[in-house]
């Protein structure tokens, strides 16, 4: 098993920035994808990013955003700049053996989420 879970999300005006954090556990090896999915109100689930040993990112997210990992740690970040009020939504940390299943957000093994708002 994998246990994931995310910190770093609050409140912060448009144009701000945050960082997610997300500390992996148990069976998570270094060769495994990770990424993030968010979903705003009343919406569906949204392919953010994800990391394997490049990136990849959502269109609506290229430029503002950067995801990262440190391997000693089993952590992965998401430094979210130029922050927009649809970014808001609940992030969750993500991760799987098969990197497809991120972007199609089918992976194995998701965080609790953290809720990211901004106001504008």
């Known amino acids: 098993q994998v246990q994931l879970v995310e910190s770093g999300g609050g409140l912060v005006q448009a144009g701000g920035s945050l960082r997610l954090s997300c500390a992996a556990s148990g069976r998570i090896f270094s060769t495994h994808a990770m990424g993030w999915i968010r979903q705003a109100p009343g919406k569906e689930r949204e392919f953010v990013a994800r990391?394997?040993?490049?990136?990849y990112y959502a269109d609506s997210v290229k430029g503002r955003f950067t995801i990262s990992r440190d391997s000693a740690k089993n952590t992965v970040y998401l430094q979210m700049n130029s922050l927009k009020p649809e970014d808001t939504a609940v992030y969750y940390c993500v991760a799987d053996a098969d990197p497809r299943r991120i972007a199609t957000m089918t992976s194995d093994y998701w965080g609790q989420g953290t809720q990211v708002t901004v106001s504008s």
């Open positions: 990391i394997t040993w490049n990136t």
